[in-house]
């Protein structure tokens, strides 16, 4: 290949090409530029809806999403809370902000989400029931929260989860910010467990520049969510708070880019589909190389899509092959490193069920890429690239 003469295939970048620039000058026109302003409540209510749930809270990003969805659901420090090993960080992050604990839960390896059998079997054999609630037997802290990550566009297995959550008396938060547009036995994520949110950063299915959402059905948590997402202010006129606050508003024009962008969702989800068809096809005849599955019970959103790279049949790494995209200028990336290994969490104690799945999954996927703007070309020529390496 020519490389040095053609242009960069990048990840996965944004795709503007609807009525964002109109609604953002609407703002700038209007002057409603900041916090107030209706395109913060069309961007709640519409995406709500298109979820399932009744309230959204928008807020400046997904992980301030994740910090007030889980004081919402009553996480409090000194708390245990059930977490994907495999994750960007930001969910674990959000669990440590309150001063609670997370409790790392294994990827199963058919489709690299949270393993939700694992997760049943830290509940039931090293937790107790004591007056109504759940206690690590070893720890002694309290069971709080489940936060299945359902990452890559692809559901996490929530039927199991859904069982403990029901008989233990345990809200769900789902981290629905790599997948919305997916669903779990025909139910849209983000509808299914209690709390869910959801990000709009540049690399999103939707963007709003940066962003995030989240969504309830309990009026009182969406209420709560908002007190707290605006600086907990319990008067009108006079600055009286009863409580620690955030500022985390997400503001009018980034809203007016997301009631945008939310309108072309049927379009991007599709073009999504198409990328990870086209990818499965042309991957079915490389040995050693394989695409994201997809669960029967799940109807993928496919955004980032990902694929397997066996070394002991290739003869070669995953991080071979990441370098030789680069080469070609083609852009591709590892999956984060598993927290549990995280060496921001080194020197302190956390669960840990499993592990070893999502260990292998770092080591070996990669993701490339899949913007909703990829042409036919580009991919034709991420695909030669894949073809080439698995055959020298
Ligand atoms: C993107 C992402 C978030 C939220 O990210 P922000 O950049 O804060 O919007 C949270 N969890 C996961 C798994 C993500 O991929």
Known sequence: MTSNTQELIPLCIPQIQGNEW???KDCLDTGWVSSVGSYVQDFENNLARYVGHDYGVATVNGTAALHIALMVAGVERGDEVLVSTLTFISPVNSIRYIGAH???IDSEPNFWQMDSNLAKKFVTQQ???RDGKLYNKVTGRRIAAIVPVHILGHPVEMETLLDISKTYDIPIVEDATESLGAKYKGKMVG?????SCFSFNGNKLLTTGGGGMILTSREDWAERAKYLTTQAKDDDLEYIHHNVGYNYRLTNIQAAMGVAQLEQIETYLAKKKQIATTYETALS??????????SDSAESAFWLYSIYVNPDKVGKTSRDLL???????????P???PIHISPSYADYEFGLVGGDVALDLNANCLSIPCSVGLTDAEQERVITAIREFANS
């Not at 370098?323 to 990336?333: E, F």
Request: with cysteine.
């Open 102 to 104: 997370p409790v790392f």
């Open 127 to 129: 937790c107790e029931t």
């Open 22 to 24: 109109d609604y953002i």
């Open 335 to 337: 999956l984060w490193q």
């Open 191 to 195: 509808a299914i467990g209690d709390i």
């Open 323 to 333: 370098a030789y995209l680069h080469d070609n200028k083609i852009q591709a990336r």
């Open 285 to 294: 005849e490389i040995d050693g190389i394989d695409g994201m599955a997809e």
